[in-house]
């Protein structure tokens, strides 16, 4: 005989709405949308929502402006994507066009990352930290902050359009877009010397590029974050469709767990003194009132749910108010829910018994299953961080190793070699020397192997010699014409080396050079 007895359900606000595509009634695929009024939540999952939104933010408006000293012969902005010089800086990292791998290697880890948050939490970067999710929240404070919240919403959306409502809404919108310009004009600091361009962007002297810019970004923003909303995430991006292919049974997303919910009922002591079976679940709404995606958790999984968690914050509050314990709906594992089910059904041969899962006193019996943070370290979650990590480790161990001096060589091709009179041969290159750091440099370049040969460089006279010293400009490639001569007794070498080193031997560089002589070319 079960002894417990829930509180009076009664005095938990009962939220009137309805999901957009509940499962006892499924609209097409692409039927019209129906306006949402998420209501604001209260709790854990809120809070680190909020901390999440602060800092994406922050990071992405405050980092063009970030200064960082690489000397007199480089930009001071931390994080510049220079397309001038064609160049990335990312504090004391430097990245040239010719390692675009770095870049590779990165998308590489992004795409491991989210197959390892996804496989351990499942959609936990779009319901924190997606873009999208993001400034939907920012969008979504400025509506409440003006227009109230969900009631007050909804009301002013019913009503007619007065002077307050017009007012509210211009004051919205326009809001809105400001937050668009503020985006559009942050991406664009990313590409030049932030408060130069700021300057020329108030003056009207920034290149027209920048404006298109922001105009495009500002309509995006406004669009994509203001007006479609949940749509995006619906209907435009493909995660959800890509996801299930992550997920395994002991993947954690968020669930109703109505093994001990059900029976729904909103007169729980009423249907308790009639014998009827009462779960914990009060049928208050207040789990779909508060989900952005405006649907209903206790259908069970969906394409439309980003796992944001509001909804467990939001049962979590009633389930305080009720004093039964938290967890109606919670982070859950499908191995966890399906054994979990099977006790509640008697491994799926009656309808859900609460007593099945509790004690007389309203606790749960010790087989139920709860959540243990040991199921994350599985060989899958293992996997994805270790190839993740080991790019990683691999880009970094290469940025620290990496030669900041390199050397390109291109052979004449017309003519080939040339015969002097004195019988010696001679053949012409184009050395293009990168000095890859932001300051300038001397570099001795050396012939090395072809015995009897010698180089010269026009640039600096007439005078013949197997290594010369040139300066280097800082960040910058310096181009050199080069002749080797040969003398007639000298061996019959085709290949030899040309060398270049600092003065201060911090970097070396080596290139294999072909010399071509008559009856090498055909």
């Not at 809001?175 to 600091?189: K, P, Q, S, V, Y």
């Not at 990496?402 to 010696?424: A, F, K, M």
């Amino acid at each position: 005989m079960n002894l417990y007895t829930a509180p009076d359900p009664n005095d938990i606000e009962r939220v009137s709405v309805e999901p957009v595509n509940a499962r006892r009634n499924r609209q097409p695929l692409y039927a019209p949308r129906k306006k949402i009024f998420p209501k604001r939540a209260e709790g854990q999952f809120r809070r680190f929502k909020w901390i999440v939104m602060l800092i994406a933010l922050g990071i992405y408006y405050l980092a063009p402006w970030i200064r960082w000293d690489r000397g007199p012969y480089a930009p001071d902005q931390a994080i510049l994507v220079d397309l001038s010089s064609r160049r990335f800086f990312f504090f004391f990292i430097e990245i040239w066009p010719q390692e675009f791998y770095y870049v590779a290697g990165l998308l590489v880890m992004a795409g491991f990352g989210l197959f390892l948050v996804t496989a351990a939490v499942g959609r936990a970067w779009c319901g924190y930290a997606c873009p999208q999710t993001v400034w939907v929240d920012l969008f979504l404070v400025v509506e409440r902050a003006i227009e109230g919240d969900r009631n007050a919403r909804m009301k002013l959306d019913a009503g007619p359009f007065t002077f307050d409502k017009i007012r509210k809404r211009v004051t919205k919108h326009a809001i809105w877009l400001l937050i668009g310009i503020a985006t559009g004009g942050a991406w664009i600091f990313y590409f030049a010397d932030a408060p130069g361009l700021a300057a020329s962007l108030f003056a009207g002297s920034a290149p027209a590029a920048a404006y298109a810019t922001i105009a495009i970004l500002t309509a995006t923003t406004y669009v994509l974050g203001g007006l479609m909303r949940e749509q995006v995430c619906t209907y435009m991006c493909p995660w959800p469709r890509i996801q299930g292919a992550m997920l395994d049974e002991n993947s954690l997303v968020v669930t109703y767990n109505d093994w001990r919910g059900e029976q729904r009922s909103r007169h729980a002591k009423k249907a308790q003194a009639q014998g009827l079976p009462v779960g914990d679940c009060v049928d208050c709404n207040a789990c779909v009132a508060v989900c952005p995606m405006g649907i209903d958790i206790r259908d069970g999984q969906q394409m439309e749910c980003i796992t944001c968690a509001l909804c467990i914050d939001a049962c979590d509050g009633v389930m305080d108010k009720l004093g039964k314990p938290r967890g109606l709906i919670a982070y859950a594992t499908l191995s966890e829910y399906s054994s979990n089910m099977s006790l509640a059904t008697d491994a799926g041969q009656t309808a859900i018994r609460p007593s099945n899962v509790r004690n007389d006193d309203g606790s749960f019996i010790p087989a139920v299953q709860h959540f243990d943070w040991r199921i994350i370290f599985r060989p899958r979650i293992l996997f994805y961080a270790v190839v993740w990590a080991s790019i990683g480790i691999a880009m970094v161990m290469h940025l620290a190793f990496r030669e900041r001096l390199e050397l390109n060589v291109v052979h004449d091709r017309n003519p080939q070699y040339v015969l002097e009179s004195d019988g010696s041969i001679r053949n012409g290159y184009t050395l293009r020397v990168l000095n890859m750091v932001p300051k300038p440099r001397d570099v001795t370049i050396t012939l090395v192997g072809l015995e009897g040969g010698t180089m010269r460089i026009p640039e600096f006279g007439r005078q013949d010699g197997r290594s010369f010293t040139v300066h280097a400009e800082p960040d910058a490639a310096t181009t050199l014409k080069v002749f080797v001569t040969r003398k007639p007794d000298g061996a019959a070498i085709n290949e030899f080396l040309f060398v270049i080193e600092d003065t201060d031997h911090a970097d070396r560089a080596t290139y294999r050079a072909a010399f071509n002589a008559p009856g090498d070319v055909k």
